[in-house]
């Protein structure tokens, strides 16, 4: 339907289609990007101009619809010409980028003017966006567009070389690698054999329409890329070798360079030249030695000597080829030598061998397929395996790197004869040889036609590839460490297995950037390849840094093979103490807890989520990431409940009634509050105490050390369980468990917490071995279990209890609460003292009393008398604390100056020193230096220490050699302590008074003491 006939509207609708056509069309076309580009801007920019006439109604008038016509033709020119050079040859389209541009800048300029003129047919209704189409039309009519200066100087370089008949291989080479760059293709034949292709195809259309120059030019130019060695056929190369071959079987094997004839020497640079051109006298020179004789002034013939009259020059293309026949035959003799020296395989005339290779390929790219075809590439692909020499080794990857260098036959010959395994041997040597074996890997795979895809997949079936890889990405060589990273890159894109290879070999940035960016299949697949790798701590770390936390919390939104994954995973990240912080502080912890205690979800998702609770408050780390995101602290208390709710089933899956149960632990090791809610409030106690009976081990384990916890409020519950049949023997077990510390100490907790007056039971924990192994605690126990040990045995030295004393002690506990006084902890220590001066205080009455019967002459001795109790005495017979060596330890710990260690050895000292015995104790304690250190307690002890330690001064006191002795240094700070205003009605004071009148009592100057005293 012809426009005319259109109403204004439609005509403008048909046309803002076209323009956004042809703007999204322009944007495609891989050639002159930039300026289709520009082209496609200034189109985009015009349709809401288009759109704003459409709103307001344009005019109907004949100037308005010739203005819109004008445009519609220039926008279908424009369209036209995209389509025209959307999907040609790109060679053809270089030879054209002069011709090109210039259309394209044509158009531009054209759709302008008619803009402009639609502008002004339109002024009213455009007005509120004239200077936004005033821009437009402007910067369109007044663009430039030009032909990129490297394209116009390949132009020039082609043209110049046309005109001067240069054909050679030399220059057929040079020009199609500038090409081929230029428009993006790369070197190889293959490519190379279909961009020919499709310029072969640009001619036959340039005849067709009849273009005979278009033709010509287009035929000089196949025919000179057509003598690229890229571009020959592989048959007619292969050919040509043999035929060479033929013609130096003349020579013997000897033989590796064929002189070259003297018509091939430039008689002005003696050398063989490369692009000979002859003078109208013959001479034949090389082209630019010609050109600078002539440049310098020089009138003859450079060979005869004779005045020129005719200075021109042509190309001499006969002997050209000649020299390039030479050549060949030159390159076939020393393929030949190169094959024998590799077959000799002695290192010297091997490496001598191999860089002759290397100037062969360097020197034309024929001798990549010749050498190939010679096989010499197989025998140095096994020689690559076979060799011990570091050098030949380097030097085979340097020369196999230029054979496949832009060689895709090369390449695929490598690939196929297994050359991956040797390159892949040598990625794990030395840096020497692994950087050249990863430049080789790095070159093969370089491949831009597609072909690098397959030797990607060949290289993927290698796993040590990959582990080798990663070895060399951290290398200290920074050059292959970046070639490794660039091929794990090329191997991760191509294949997802590849990526978790990598991360198996603990290389996870593909792996981790897959997960925070890949489709949700790709992410499932990511996240259960990471949950099913074995990683420690640091590799849990460095997955949290690279931002693995966020998009896994994200994930665990989705459905419920998404939650399963990510909360696997999140379970496993949970085992790193900065991971915990980190999906705290991506408020974590919240989600978790409210998915944990949903009903109407699977049990392997409430497992997964009271797994991670369980990590969260293992490691001591108990309530200190239960936080939101801003790092407030969460309310407990309603998960110390739920926690304990899941252990009213006992039938309930194991998988998340053990990590609930582990979880709350944490929680209630670390807040006392909330070990008090949990008993209080939520009947902890009678939910925890049929645990001890369940058959998994670690359930009952968690089930003791929140007894432990509990009985501390709620004894009576605990007591009343233990006396039901098989209870106390299970805890008795517990008590020998040697390989898990933490239950010991909570089943020795257990017992030192509940009430030491419920004789029954001491009874019965003697009866069944519990007593023995709490003994065995102190010398096998973590110093935690030795702790709570320690106050579990105070059940059994109570002074009123000789049998029990006596089995603690017959048990062997004496020498090893001796060695606790030594190399206990502070709290060890202290327990170990008192439990000490709980046997100790029974000594004196158990000690037999030394009983002289008739004459002296006529006594039989009975044994050693102890001077501290004045009968005999031994450790298992009267607990004598002389006999078991503890003073010395006991003193040791007043020395130590400890407040809780001190106070309890002060007791302990005491019980040496009774009323009855006084002259003995502190004489004992005198000559155990003893009594010093207590004097010293008067300057450093707190209230309570001080006050014990003068109840023991004012029994060693009562000495007058004691007062004599030590009274000179008691003056001090007991006239100190008598002077000062002590609270609880100056009960300190008093002692401290106490003791200075006894002294005043046995002093032999006592004005002195009443002087101090008044003083």
């Known amino acids: 339907m012809a426009l005319e006939l259109l109403p204004i509207g439609a005509i403008l609708s048909v046309l803002t289609n076209q323009v956004v056509k042809t703007a999204n069309a322009a944007r495609d076309v891989v050639f002159e990007k930039e300026t289709f580009k520009v ?94 189409v005033n821009r437009i039309q402007n910067e369109m009519q007044h663009v430039e567009f030009e032909a990129s200066q490297g394209q116009l100087l390949i132009l020039e370089k082609l043209n110049q070389g046309l005109r001067d008949q240069k054909l050679d291989e030399v220059f057929a080479n040079d020009m199609l690698k500038q090409i081929a760059m230029a428009v993006g293709v790369s070197v190889e034949p293959l490519e190379i054999s279909k961009e020919l292709e499709s310029f072969r195809r640009e001619k036959e259309e340039a005849e067709n329409r009849k273009e005979r120059a278009e033709v010509l030019f287009l035929e000089q130019v196949i025919e000179l890329l057509s003598r690229a060695d890229a571009a020959r056929d592989y048959e007619e190369v292969r050919k040509q070798y ?69 200075f021109s020059y042509r190309s001499n293309r006969q002997l050209r080829q000649s020299i390039q026949e030479w050549k060949e035959l030159n390159y076939c003799l020393k393929i030949r030598s190169c094959k024998a020296k590799m077959l000799s395989h002695v290192d010297s005339s091997m490496g001598e061998a191999l860089g002759h290779m290397q100037e062969l390929v360097r020197e034309t790219s024929i001798n990549k397929d010749w050498i190939s075809i010679g096989g010499l590439t197989e025998i140095i692909f096994s020689i690559l395996e076979d ?148 990683m420690d701590e640091q590799k849990l770390k460095i997955l949290g840094t690279e931002g693995l936390v966020p998009p896994l919390l994200e994930m665990v939104s989705g459905n419920i093979e998404s939650k399963e994954l990510s909360l696997s995973m999140l379970a496993k990240l949970s085992g790193c103490h900065d991971n915990k912080r980190l999906i705290a502080s991506a408020g974590g912890v919240s989600l978790i807890l409210e998915l944990v205690f949903s009903s109407h979800l699977r049990s392997i998702i409430i497992a997964k989520c009271s797994e991670i ?53 944490g929680i209630c090791l670390s807040d006392a509050g909330l070990v008090k809610t949990a008993v209080l409030t939520a009947s902890g106690v009678s939910l925890v105490l049929p645990l001890l009976d369940d058959s998994d081990l670690e359930i009952r384990e968690a089930a003791i050390n929140l007894l432990f916890l509990f009985s501390q409020h709620e004894p009576q519950g605990v007591l009343e369980y233990l006396f039901l049949p098989r209870r106390l023997e ?49 010398s ?93 005495c031994s450790v298992t017979t009267t607990f004598c604390l002389l006999e078991a060596k503890a003073l010395p330890e006991l003193v040791g710990l007043l020395e130590g100056k400890v407040h809780a260690t001190a106070y309890e050895a002060i007791q302990t000292l005491s019980t040496m020193v009774r009323e009855d015995l006084f002259q003995r104790g502190a004489n004992i304690l005198h000559e155990n230096d003893a009594i010093r250190p207590v004097l010293e307690v008067l300057n450093w002890g707190s209230e309570s220490l001080k006050e014990e330690a003068l109840g023991l001064l004012e029994k060693i006191l009562m000495s007058r050699e004691m007062v004599e002795c030590y009274g000179p240094i008691a003056r001090l700070p007991l006239v100190r302590l008598t002077g000062r205003s002590i609270h609880e009605e100056g009960r300190l004071q008093r002692k401290a008074s106490r003791v200075l009148l006894l002294m005043e009592r046995y002093s032999r100057s006592s004005s002195s003491l009443i002087t101090g005293l008044n003083g």
């Not at 344009?58 to 369209?79: M, T």
């Not at 003129?117 to 936004?132: T, Y």
């Not at 340097?398 to 041997?425: C, P, W, Y």
Request: glycine share 6%; aromatic share 6%; proline share 4%.
């Open 730 to 778: 299970a805890l008795v077990g517990l008590l020998e468990n040697k390989e898990k510390g933490d239950v010991q100490m909570a089943a020795a907790g257990l017992l030192a917490n509940l009430p030491k007056s419920e004789v029954l039971l001491t009874k019965k924990l003697i009866e069944l071995d519990g007593l023995k192994a709490i003994i065995n605690i102190l």
């Open 613 to 665: 609770l369980d990590k969260f408050s293992s490691n001591g780390d108990g309530t200190k990431f239960f936080v939101d995101e801003n790092g407030n602290q969460l309310e407990l208390e309603s998960v110390v409940k739920n926690l304990l709710a899941f252990q009213l089933n006992p039938n309930s899956p194991y998988i998340f009634r053990k990590p609930a149960l582990r979880a709350l632990l």
């Open 780 to 872: 096998s126990g973590t110093i935690e279990a030795k702790e709570n040990a320690l106050s579990a045995l105070f059940r059994f030295t109570d002074p009123t209890n000789l049998e029990s004393q006596r089995i603690v002690v017959e048990l062997g506990a004496y020498p090893l609460l001796v060695n606790l006084l030594k190399v206990g902890s502070v709290t060890a220590k202290a327990r170990a003292a008192a439990l000490v001066g709980d046997l100790s205080m029974r000594s004196p009455e158990l000690s037999t009393a030394s009983k002289k019967t008739g004459c002296w002459c006529f006594c039989r001795a009975r044994g050693p008398i102890c001077p501290a109790h004045g009968g005999i």
């Open 39 to 132: 082209l496609s801007k200034h189109l985009s920019d015009i349709e809401p101009v288009l759109k704003e006439l459409q709103l307001q109604k344009i005019n109907e008038s004949l100037i308005a619809r010739q203005a819109l016509e004008f445009l519609e033709a220039d926008v279908k020119k424009a369209n036209n010409l995209v389509e025209k050079y959307k999907n040609r040859a790109r060679f053809y389209l270089l030879l054209r980028c002069r011709h090109i541009v210039k259309e394209v800048q044509d158009v531009t300029r054209d759709i302008g003017r008619s803009l402009a003129a639609l502008s002004l047919a339109n002024i009213e209704v455009l007005s509120g966006m004239s200077d936004q």
């Open 242 to 310: 043999f035929q060479r071959l033929q013609v130096i079987e003349r020579y013997g094997p000897t033989e590796e360079y064929i002189q070259p004839f003297r018509a091939f020497v430039c008689c002005i640079t003696e050398a063989v030249m490369v692009d000979p051109v002859s003078l109208c006298t013959g001479t034949a020179c090389e082209r630019a030695a010609l050109e600078a004789w002539f440049d310098r002034g020089e009138k003859t013939d450079p060979e005869t000597g004779e005045l020129l009259e005719d």
């Open 387 to 534: 060799s011990v020499n570091r050098d030949v080794k380097r030097k085979i990857l340097s020369t196999l790197k230029d054979i496949v260098e832009g060689h895709a036959r090369n390449k695929d010959m490598l690939v196929e004869n297994k050359g991956f395994d040797g390159i892949i041997l040598c990625l794990e040597a030395d840096p020497c040889i692994s950087k050249a074996a990863v430049e080789l890997l790095y070159e093969i795979l370089r491949e831009t036609s597609g072909r690098n895809v397959y030797y990607l997949r060949k290289l993927s079936q290698h796993h040590n590839a990959i582990v080798s890889l990663v070895a060399i990405s951290r290398g200290p060589v920074r050059e292959s460490a970046e070639r490794a990273v660039e091929i794990l890159m090329m191997l991760c894109a191509e294949d997802d297995e590849n990526i978790v290879q990598a991360a198996k070999a603990e290389w996870y940035r593909p792996l981790t950037d897959r997960i925070i960016q890949g489709p949700i299949s790709s992410r499932l697949y990511m996240v259960r390849a990471l949950v099913n790798l074995e």
